[in-house]
């Protein structure tokens, strides 16, 4: 039997995983989803995404010296988004390739990712946005699409090295500053338009006027994204700014659903 080989070259080799399907309704993925491993070794977290009894994976595993293994191979469905939604899509692993880097995460201190680890991502994506064709938009983190559950690849991920690379979409964060805020328990019209501009972006909201809990969530996942200078959930002038230029910045011009 001939030895798999990786669908992209950037990867050492194949350490497969028993962990996929089909993909559904797509003939190809048009996303990519960071995540950290959140385990205290990456042993510990290439056996978690390899054993059947987990059911999860991931197609690339990304070690802290910058080595790629692919565990899945991009064609099939890997289980690494669970419970998402972006832009109205609810089945983000027909839709995506998930990329795991090795970092303990927020319960393990939330250690800085190496050098030679963010390049071999930045690498790595590069390769995977030329071949698909995938949107800047839509290279995102785990907690964009599942804010109320994840928190990876966090805001410790310098994301402006991938933007660099052309790999992302990003905008220079507006500078934090005083003025009108929103935060828990704010309701009105205002806080309707602030769920609007979510939703019209791409993240999973409900529009329904009252800042709740599952909104300071999404905005606590937009700030660890793209204003990762202070993760607090609350909707200060700087987040809304932010917000506001990076959809008007956005490259594809389709708008998504508003969830």
């Known amino acids: 039997m001939s030895t798999p080989r990786p669908d992209s070259a950037l990867a050492a080799k194949v350490f497969p995983s028993p962990n996929h399907g089909e993909r559904v309704g797509v003939t190809r993925p048009d996303m990519i989803v960071l995540h ?3 385990m205290p070794t990456g042993a510990e977290a290439l056996l978690r995404l390899c054993n059947p009894v987990t059911e999860v994976s991931c197609h690339y595993f990304v070690w802290e010296d910058g080595g790629i293994l ?3 191979p991009e064609a099939r469905r890997a289980w690494h988004a669970g419970l998402s939604s972006w832009a109205g899509e ?3 692993n027909s839709h995506s390739i998930g990329i795991e880097i090795v970092n303990p995460g927020h319960e393990g201190g939330a250690p800085l990712f190496p050098p030679e680890q963010i390049g071999a991502v930045a690498d790595l994506c ?3 946005v030329a071949r698909h064709g995938i949107p800047a938009e839509r290279v995102l983190a785990h907690s964009d699409i599942a804010p109320a559950r994840k928190r ?3 805001e410790i991920f ?3 090295v991938l933007h660099q690379r052309g790999v992302g979409h990003l905008t220079p964060a507006s500078p934090i500053a005083g003025g009108r805020f929103f935060a828990r328990g704010d309701e009105g019209q205002p806080v309707q338009a602030l769920q609007a501009m979510f939703g019209l972006y791409g993240y999973g909201i409900a529009v329904t006027g009252v800042y709740d809990e599952a909104t300071e969530q999404v905005v606590r996942a937009f700030q660890r994204h793209f204003r990762r200078e202070q993760v607090d959930g609350v909707a200060d002038s700087s987040t809304i700014t932010t917000l506001r230029d990076l959809i008007a910045s956005r490259p594809s011009r389709q708008p998504p659903l508003v969830a």
Request: proline share 11%; hydrophobic share 35%.
């Open 36 to 38: 950290y491993t959140g």
């Open 70 to 72: 692919q565990l899945v």
């Open 90 to 92: 609810t089945d983000l």
């Open 126 to 128: 590069v390769d995977i």
């Open 152 to 154: 990876d690849p966090g």
């Open 158 to 160: 310098p994301w402006d």
